[in-house]
């Protein structure tokens, strides 16, 4: 019988259940609030009340990644949390938690935030990394935490799509109108909130809501216990494409070319015109594509290590040891011409023969497969060839060598 920690939903298919993904990103994605109640205790094997314990007591967490927030305001850090001096390097400072001046804070109705659990905990890791995969665009999940009934922030609207996972307890949740169409991070939020919410519910353990950018919203803790992971899905915008494209233009000599400041109307229109011309040029239809697959060779893998195997010559494990192959490429394999494949990620683009599709379509679709796995994929490429092109992948940071060391 598998344990519930083996439960924790990993897709976004497990996730928005009972909605379907297809309606999701047809209806939703981008374009409204949503909310979808889930049954009791769905996501609380993600991060039980025990792990946050453990990550709060074993890591080392500064401000602001680690705060507690009252009424909109921060906390001073150093009202639950001291610091020291480092003996061998004087420049830093050393954090540790003072549990009982922080227990105290939530007691008085402070709540905990925690930014990146996902780069704390492994349950949310998993699942930041099937999100990843699915939507396209990088995640980043941050948990709350509340006692009382004090709101964590005032009413607010967040610079990227987020999606609420109530783990435990209850928490109520306004949802207000976008004053500002598709507002960036960075855009001025002086802007006072609507008067009235468009939806107002009460979010139980299990349910999920949907929040795209710029929408306001407000979170009220109603004096009990309740966690919550808020899934931050940070979408590229025209912005980041124009940004892009113009740094694609530097081969273009008039591009470099100094502007004419002092030149007459005359001069200026014609700089312009040329401008415009080298712009338009390198305009082509398949340049949203492009910006896409640039976006995909940018993303980086999560940390993961297979020591002491892959910091030795073989990379790989011996034969006598169970050991399995993790894919860590945060996005979808490629097809290339003429029938190559193309993996993209860490910052680089990699082209394998077509021999090797099926070994990493296994991988790719399996997430994690023992060499016996990747042997049978493997029927175009003989034992040699095959443990040859595994050790170019972990070297690659394209997967990572995970040993069973409890057979």
């Known amino acids: 019988m598998p344990s519930q920690r083996s439960q924790a939903p990993r897709t976004l298919a497990e996730v928005l259940a009972p909605l379907s993904t297809k309606e999701f990103l047809q209806r939703y994605w981008g374009k409204s609030y949503h909310f979808v109640p889930g049954r009791d205790g769905k996501f609380a094997s993600l991060l ?11 890591h080392q967490l500064d401000a602001p990644r680690l705060r507690l927030v009252r009424d909109g305001k921060p906390l001073p850090p150093e009202s639950f949390l001291s610091y020291h001096a480092n003996r061998r390097n004087p420049s830093s400072r050393l954090t540790r938690l003072r549990s009982v001046e922080l227990t105290r804070q939530l007691q008085e109705g402070a709540t905990l935030i925690l930014d990146a659990v996902d780069e704390l905990q492994e349950h949310v890791a998993d699942l930041a990394e099937q999100l990843e995969r699915s939507l396209r665009t990088r995640v980043q999940v941050n948990l709350y935490a509340g006692w009382r009934t004090s709101p964590g922030f005032d009413v607010h609207w967040d610079g990227h799509d987020v999606l609420i996972l109530q783990v435990h307890g209850r928490k109520l949740w306004k949802v207000y109108p976008m004053t500002r169409e598709h507002p960036i991070q960075g855009d001025s939020k002086d802007e006072k909130p609507p008067a ?19 929408w306001w919203h407000v979170a009220v803790p109603i004096d009990e216990p309740t966690l919550h992971l808020t899934v931050g899905l940070h979408r590229p915008t025209g912005l980041d494409f124009v940004s892009w494209y113009a740094e694609r233009l530097r081969s273009q000599a008039v591009i470099r070319e100094n502007l004419p400041a002092t030149g007459t ?27 896409c697959d640039y976006l995909d060779s940018q993303a980086r893998s999560r940390p993961q290590l297979g020591l002491p195997w ?5 990379i790989l494990p011996s034969s006598d040891v169970a050991w399995a192959l993790r894919w860590m490429v945060p996005h979808q394999i490629a097809t290339g011409n003429p029938g190559t494949v193309i993996v993209r990620g860490n910052g680089k683009e990699w082209t394998f023969a077509a021999e090797a599709r099926p070994v990493l379509e296994k991988l ?17 490429l003989t034992r040699e060839q095959l443990g040859l092109f595994l050790q170019e992948l972990v070297q690659a940071g394209l997967a990572c060598v995970v040993v069973n060391e409890r057979h």
């Not at 009235?196 to 710029?214: F, K, V």
């Open 310 to 314: 892959t910091a030795q010559p073989s």
């Open 265 to 291: 109307e005359s001069d200026k229109a014609a700089h312009l015109e040329r401008l415009r011309e080298a712009w338009e040029q390198s305009w082509t239809p398949g340049l949203l594509d492009e910006f």
């Open 48 to 58: 039980p009340w025990s792990d946050l314990n453990q990550l709060l007591t074993h």
């Open 364 to 380: 790719q679709t399996n997430g994690s497969c023992s060499r016996e796995e990747l042997e049978e994929s493997a029927s175009a």
């Open 196 to 214: 009235e919410p468009l939806w107002e519910g009460m979010l139980e353990s299990g349910d999920l809501l949907y929040i795209p950018r710029g």
